[in-house]
């Protein structure tokens, strides 16, 4: 199985920065892609921020300009820096990997982290 550990969320004020960090670890073969999605309160999970193997980025357009995904390879980490934030960025954050691993090719999910942005 693979393993998606997230850290660096917390309580910031509006126009503060995080950043957040979210490691694969198991059985990899190979990493397809890495992604953030992001669920506030009562609403559905929504992508924010997805790299794919290639280095090719795509973003929500709420958060262009603001957040910056990357990665590192060699660590099967991905990190969302997240810069200007408002408070409609307020929610759990979560990371998400397609990956080929010892049993074939599955995605999988991280437990989350929250973010909260106060006004």
């Known amino acids: 199985q693979v393993q998606l550990v997230e850290s660096g969320g917390g309580l910031v004020q509006a126009g503060g920065s995080l950043r957040l960090s979210c490691t694969a670890s198991?059985?990899?073969?190979?990493?397809?892609?890495m992604g953030w999605y992001r669920q506030a309160p009562g609403k559905q999970r929504d992508m924010v921020a997805v790299m794919i193997s290639g280095g090719s980025t795509n973003y929500a357009d709420s958060v262009k300009g603001r957040f910056t995904i990357s990665r590192d390879n060699a660590k099967n980490t991905v990190y969302l820096q997240m810069n200007t934030l408002k408070p409609e960025d307020t929610g759990v954050y979560y990371c998400?990997?397609?990956?080929?691993?010892?049993?074939?090719?599955?995605?999988?999910w991280g437990q989350g982290t929250q973010v909260t942005v106060s006004s």
């Open positions: 998400s990997a397609e990956v080929f691993y010892g049993y074939g090719l599955g995605s999988f």
């Open positions: 198991g059985r990899i073969s190979r990493i397809n892609y």
